[in-house]
């Protein structure tokens, strides 16, 4: 099921911290088990420079002038030295992903923010690779980047949010929440490559009621061909999942958030952050452009 780089991607934003090997590996091992090529994109941000309005009381004409000329040069010298950094950046992301094996890569550059550029490439995406932190949380490692929650907030494709330390997965597990969108995002899942041949555990956390649903839905994922096993748990939603994850060696965690999800609240405020913050494994958080 090859496609060409242009119709589907994937798309892994990269901005040179300490997180971009284990991007391009995770986005290796996405392109690799779909089939699809790799698009590294790195985004250049526009700088804040001082506001010479608020210094007019202060210096006088000749000086805010003499200032304006001074910070426009810096600015086009800043400009210059971020684009040649990041070329060198997607040429060492290029040369990694190449020796993961036959692997067809593209990389692109861009002005602007990152929510606007994951935007402007969705539609040529199959699924996105972030980090969960960047370069401003770099010596943070329980802390995720200031734009991870607003970039996958902003679209409405896959995002597989990586570790600092990527692993290929050998077992996942599906936080199922029983809606219709749930249902049609797993049948995807099914009829893509992606969780071929892993062992895989389809969650339900609720009660009594919910058995008969989880069991027709895991039925339906074997049919497919899925190797996924049902497990009907109590207790708080994110504390249950961590508890399942750890007790089962769990090193992929698939979860989604739609319009009438009971999961859509772990993706609005804080709680994003806390759920990517406190994974220490790679999250793919599914999402459908109806939400």
Request: net charge negative; aromatic share 4%.
């Amino acid at each position: 099921m090859s496609e060409s780089s242009t119709a589907s991607a994937i798309t892994a934003c990269i901005d040179g911290s300490g997180m971009t090997g284990a991007i391009c590996d995770a986005a290796g091992w996405l392109s690799q088990r779909l089939s699809t090529p790799v698009r590294l994109l790195h985004v250049i941000e526009k700088s804040q420079s001082p506001v010479l309005e608020d210094l007019s009381g202060t210096i006088g004409l000749g000086s805010r002038e003499q200032l304006l000329e001074e910070l426009t040069s810096l600015d086009e010298q800043r400009g210059r030295l971020a684009m040649e950094h990041g070329r060198h950046l997607l040429a060492d992301a290029e040369a990694h992903i190449r020796e993961m094996g036959n692997i067809e890569v593209s990389s692109t550059q861009r002005h602007g923010s990152i929510s606007e550029a994951l935007q402007n490439y969705e539609n040529e995406t199959r699924a996105f690779v972030i980090g969960r932190r960047g370069e401003d949380h770099q010596t943070e490692p329980h802390r995720i980047g200031s734009k991870v929650e607003t970039a996958v907030r902003a679209i409405h494709k896959p995002v597989l949010v990586a570790p600092s330390d990527f692993k290929a997965p050998e077992r996942y597990m599906i936080a199922f929440d029983g809606s219709p969108e749930s249902d049609r995002a797993l049948d995807e899942l099914a009829h893509s490559r992606l969780l071929s041949g892993l062992q895989g555990h389809l969650i339900m956390v609720g009660g009594k009621e919910c058995r008969q649903q989880l069991s027709e839905t895991c039925n339906r994922l074997v049919n497919q061909g899925m190797q996924v096993m049902a497990h009907l748990l109590q207790g708080e939603l994110l504390p249950t999942l961590a508890q399942f994850q750890e007790e089962h060696n769990i090193d992929l965690r698939v979860m989604g958030a739609y319009s009438h999800s009971r999961f859509r609240e772990f993706f609005v405020g804080s709680n994003t952050s806390r759920m990517i913050s406190e994974s220490k494994i790679p999250l793919l958080l599914l999402r459908r452009t109806e939400d």
